[in-house]
Nanobody, 124 residues
Framework: QVQLVESGGGLVQAGGSLKLSCVASGRGFIDYAMGWFRQAPGKEREYVLVIDRSGVEIYNADLVKGRFTISRDNAKNTMYLQMNTLESEDTAVYYC?????????????????WGQGTQVTVSS
């Protein structure tokens, strides 16, 4: 079992940058594929980026392609989301997710472990 805690959210102007972190506690961080999801008010939770156990990005949603980067440091049990050129449409609660199966990270209903979320607000 793993517990996930996100941090780094906040208020930023359009065009700015933020870096989110997700720290995992518990055993076996390296055994999990990881992902970032987001949920805007009134909308369904959607995946943003997925990374495999070794740190290779395996999916990048079109809406963030070229602007967001996912990475992980297995020695620190931490995953990151670097967000650049932020837009007002990026305003959402961002969630960290983990699962043994990377394919489960494409469907929120299939994800095993979630963080509590961190709010990102982009002002225009």
């Amino acid at each position: 079992q793993v517990q996930l805690v996100e941090s780094g959210g906040g208020l930023v102007q359009a065009g700015g940058s933020l870096k989110l972190s997700c720290v995992a506690s518990g055993r076996g961080f390296i055994d999990y594929a990881m992902g970032w999801f987001r949920q805007a008010p009134g909308k369904e939770r959607e995946y943003v980026l997925v990374i495999d156990r070794s740190g290779v990005e395996i999916y990048n949603a079109d809406l963030v392609k070229g602007r967001f980067t996912i990475s992980r440091d297995n020695a620190k049990n931490t995953m990151y989301l670097q967000m650049n050129t932020l837009e007002s449409e990026d305003t959402a609660v961002y969630y960290c997710a983990a699962d043994y199966s990377a394919s489960n990270l494409f469907h929120p209903r299939n994800v095993t472990y979630w963080g509590q979320g961190t709010q990102v607000t982009v002002s225009s």
